[in-house]
């Protein structure tokens, strides 16, 4: 098999165009490929770049072809994913279902380890049931919602599938979720999405396959402490029954605060930066006219990461979780408190588009404490909703820079259920956060036209961009329980689907064929 590189067609074109493009380019018309990856280049004319394997060896292709096409084209191997149970580890005990538990849970149980996972919230299926009543009518189910429940608080967002990370075990993720029902083409899309209509059947899927291996699942079932014997934990216990294991696996969430005072009762985490700020909207034909310069059906919607580090500002700003076409979500996990998350469906047709623009934060702004970060979260939260009475409180940015409350919206509606409330988003955070984020609301809007509109939505909370805490660890075992593996967003080792799940595959591969003596 070969690769073939820089394949550029325009947007408008369609799949024969591209197969046209490819015969010239190889001088071959006998042959089947498929897409490895798709990009799209919005710097002059806009095209769409792609790199193809093509069922053919370099041998095939004459002397003279491989010279002009030069570095794109070369031999490609496709690598897979293969672990072996080397510890002959018989069984483990994963608290939480998000991306990071249910990956590590999946590998463990092809490789024969008969997996228990505790969740303290519903199956997906009635999860979605809490849901819908908390943001139809505000009732809240503090122990099944967007942040707790099968298949964590991801399944509740965009199903963002973008790492930073190099690792080529990615590829082997993305497969899996393709395996569950996720689209083929989050395999070589440039910016993958699986949106949380479809990310809910692909997790119910995955668990249908780990049960097929032998795992269990016990849901609405929470982690209460540990039995420690001579630096190893000897079982776990929760509020049903008790569990012992050859391995323990934390795979929390970033919202799980009642556990983390927990595990800081055994001097097991340390507090960790983090970000906070809010929700900003936009009408999504506005933010594709800024990054294309047109409307088109045959362009994906559009999207944009930003950050802005100044260092005159005590905070750096970036935008997080961006939701084309989607919606502001109340994300809340405790009564009386309120934060905010984005979501988005797969095909991403929403009037508004959203992300988070958020300030990062330390000790100079929590305070100096293992959960010094966390009790922060929960002062802000508790002052957004009672700014609102529960309702989620809005303003326009530019009565936000100007720090009044709003009276009327202009074009852009907020997308927040069950409804909201004028105010003053100034009054939630300490002076230097805004001053941050008005400073770079102004910076932004110089490299997406309109991030600043004067009728662009914030909406407050946004708090729950990573974890406020760290479960040390090293070669993925907690420093002082031997036989615990803490892993994910809420231990503090990555943030998003992808960087979680990659977590848990890793770790599962450090239990399967790691030092036993670490």
Not at 25 to 45: P, Q, T, W
Not at 465 to 488: A, C, D, F, H, Q
């Amino acid at each position: 098999m070969i690769i073939l590189r820089n394949i550029k067609v325009p947007y408008d074109k369609d799949q024969s165009f591209l197969r046209e493009k490819i015969e010239k380019e190889i001088n071959k018309k006998d042959f089947s490929y498929k897409i490895y990856k798709k990009s799209l280049d919005a710097r002059k004319d806009l095209s769409f770049v792609y790199q193809v394997l093509i069922d053919l060896e370099l041998k095939d292709i004459d002397k003279k072809t491989q010279k002009r096409l030069k570095n794109n084209i070369a031999e490609f191997h496709e690598e897979k994913l293969n672990a072996k149970n080397k510890n002959n580890i018989k069984t483990a005990v994963i608290v939480g279902t998000g991306p990071a538990g249910l990956f590590a849970a999946y590998l463990l149980s092809k490789n024969g380890v008969k997996v228990t996972l505790i969740e303290r919230g519903k199956p997906v299926d009635e999860r979605v049931k809490d849901i819908d009543m908390l943001h139809e009518k505000g009732i809240l189910n503090e122990e099944s919602n967007v942040q707790f429940g099968e298949g964590g608080a991801g399944t509740f967002s965009d199903g963002k599938l973008t790492s930073r990370s190099k690792d080529k075990r990615v590829s082997q993720i993305f497969d899996i979720f393709v395996e569950n029902g996720a689209p083929e083409e989050i395999l070589y899309e440039q910016k993958p999405h699986i949106g949380t209509d479809i990310l809910r059947g692909v997790i119910k899927n995955m668990r249908r396959e780990i049960e097929n291996y032998g795992g269990k699942y016990k849901f609405q079932e929470k982690f209460l402490d540990f039995e420690i014997d001579n630096g190893k934990i000897k079982k776990i216990i929760t509020n049903k029954e008790s569990y012992t294991a050859d391995a323990y696996i934390f795979a929390i969430g970033n919202s799980a605060r009642d556990t983390f005072v927990t595990l800081d009762k055994y001097s097991l985490i340390e507090d960790k930066p983090f970000a906070l700020g809010f929700r900003i909207e936009h009408l999504r034909k506005n933010i594709e006219l800024a990054q294309y310069g047109l409307l088109s059906e045959k362009l994906p919607a559009a999207s944009y990461q930003l950050n802005v580090t100044d260092k005159d500002e005590e905070h750096s700003v970036y935008t997080f979780c961006m939701c084309p076409g989607g919606y502001v979500v109340n994300s809340s996990s405790i009564n009386n408190q309120l934060c905010v998350n984005g979501m988005s469906y797969h095909d991403r047709d929403g009037k508004n588009s959203n992300s988070a623009v958020v300030a990062s934060v330390d000790e100079k702004i929590y305070g100096k404490g293992n959960l010094a970060g966390m009790d922060f979260q929960n002062k802000i939260e508790k002052k957004a909703y009672e700014m609102g009475s529960g309702k989620a409180p809005v303003q326009r940015v530019k009565d936000y820079l100007e720090g009044k409350v709003t009276e009327e919206l202009g074009e852009v509606v907020p997308t927040f259920k069950p409804g909201y409330v004028f105010a003053d988003l100034n009054e939630i955070y300490p002076d230097s956060i805004n001053h941050a984020i008005k400073n770079a609301l102004k910076i932004m809007d110089k490299r997406v036209h309109g991030f600043a509109a004067d009728d662009a939505i914030l909406t407050g909370v946004e708090t729950r961009t990573s974890s406020p805490i760290r479960i040390v660890r090293e070669n993925y075992r907690s420093k002082k329980l031997k036989n615990l593996y803490p892993i994910g967003e809420g231990a503090g080792y990555s943030g998003g689907i992808v960087s979680s799940a990659l977590d848990g595959i890793k770790c599962a591969i450090e239990i399967l064929e790691g030092d036993k003596k670490c």
